[in-house]
């Protein structure tokens, strides 16, 4: 039996404007509101308004907070400070990547970790089962929060008009809490574009009175509504990985090339610490695949799960896969995330492809990410 997506508080105002809808996670989610390549470019060159109450919040609480976090994750969260983020990741007792994820330090003894929405019920299940015999509260918070982020060179300036918080004192991947636009928020520095921008996370009866009073404080300043389609080119380019395609659980954060979220110096166990510290020594001796760019050098676009080939003296041989992939707005190519072979991960490395419904379209072998906004 098929449940109805959920809603988001601002349903009803996006389809006002117009937004095309989708599915997303069991979510009904503006994909565009109108082209995708102004809302990408808008982020790129001013600022972009998104909905992303479909993330799941939940919240950790009491004397046990951070031993249990500690636990659980694979970060050192017992560093972050009060008013600070973390980027880590929830894995398996294999290694596997159950979700990655941004903790924040509310409080002395309380925490909220934000999970991907397609993920938020596994780590909810999870911290709730790690939590036996710790001293604190794991509380399922996703009700309690809607989310809106302003993205894009103009977005202090736009935020600053709405509130008297301390943005030039916010730091990337902090948050205050503070007022803006006479609503109560959580106001993070952090992202998921590669530009600088706000998370505000607000209740959800205050989302629509926020999300107005930021289009009008946006509109001399070019802020436009941005939809998931924008949001997945904007992080492809600053080469971000999307859990399900650059992350799962059939991989470590060692095999995504992100080993150095895990805090094997933190003290006491935590789940996964064995196959981790194995999976750290096999990426250390021989690298199973590298996550790479790539670049076309024509137009046809990569999609998720085609070959990546190179030429050899037979013929093409598949050296990887791609993960993710789409038209580059701010390059005007096509690019695209793969997993490749060790032996063809360098930079410039001659003769590589991607096999696209039987052709192999040359590309080029990058350095991730693709696009690096001027501080």
Known sequence: MSTAPRLTALDALHRSLGATMTDFAGWDMPLRYASERDEHNAVRTKAGLFD????????????????LLNFALVGNIGTVSVGRARY?????????????LIVYRLGETEYMVVANAGNAQIVLDALTARAEGFDAEVRDDRDAYALLAVQGPESPAILAAVTDADLDGLKYYAGLPGTVAGVPAL???????????FELF??????EQLWKALTEAGASRGLIPCGLSCRDTLRLEAGMPLYGHELTTALTPFD???????????????VGRKALEAAAERAETAPPR????LVAE?????????????????????????????????LGKPIAMAYVDAAHATPGTAGVGV?????????????????????
């Open 52 to 67: 992303l109450s479909h993330m799941g919040e939940i919240t950790v609480t009491g004397p046990g907070a951070v031993a």
């Open 88 to 100: 880590t990741m929830i894995c398996a007792e294999d290694g596997g990547i159950l979700d990655d």
């Open 187 to 197: 106001i993070a520095r952090t992202g998921y574009t590669g530009e600088d921008g």
């Open 202 to 207: 607000v209740a959800p009866v205050h989302a």
């Open 256 to 270: 995504a090339g992100l080993g150095r979220v895990v805090k094997f110096e933190k003290e006491g166990d935590f």
């Open 290 to 293: 590298k996550l790479v760019g």
């Open 298 to 330: 024509g137009r046809r676009v990569p999609r998720a799960g085609f070959s990546v080939v190179a030429a050899g003296g037979t013929g093409a041989e598949v050296i990887g896969e791609v993960t993710s992939g789409a038209p580059s707005p701010t």
């Open 355 to 375: 096999d696209i419904r039987g052709t192999h379209e040359p590309y080029e072998v990058v350095a991730l990410p693709f696009y690096k906004r001027q501080k």
